[in-house]
């Protein structure tokens, strides 16, 4: 995204909340002329959430899921939880794996 000189120092809180939400980077330009850009801080903590971002996608992605992750994590000791998937009659994954397995140690 492209932004002149005078917009971005009017609506700075704007732009850098964008870059931090989005880790969008955006070009400053003057009289059209790229001069600057602003673009997030990679932090380790980021680095490693941008990982665990990407691994959740791909996996969604192979097996046919749409998933919306942030691009940030809100609070950095937090990772998100999964969730037993509850079936109509209540009962859970793995409450039906060991029904499927009738008793048997595999």
């Not at 000189?5 to 850098?16: T, W």
């Amino acid at each position: 995204m492209n932004v002149k000189i005078a917009d971005l120092k009017n609506n700075l809180s704007r732009y850098l909340a964008r870059v931090r939400q989005t880790g969008e980077t955006i070009i400053v330009c003057d009289r059209d002329e790229p001069v600057a850009s602003l673009s997030p801080i990679q932090r380790d903590e980021d680095a490693e959430w941008q990982r665990y971002r990407e691994e959740c996608l791909a996996r969604a992605k192979k097996i046919g899921l749409t998933i919306d992750i942030p691009l940030t994590r809100r609070n950095p000791a937090a990772k998100p939880k999964a969730n037993p998937t509850i079936a109509p009659d209540g009962r859970t994954d793995i409450r039906t794996i060991d029904l499927v397995r009738g008793k048997r140690d595999y």
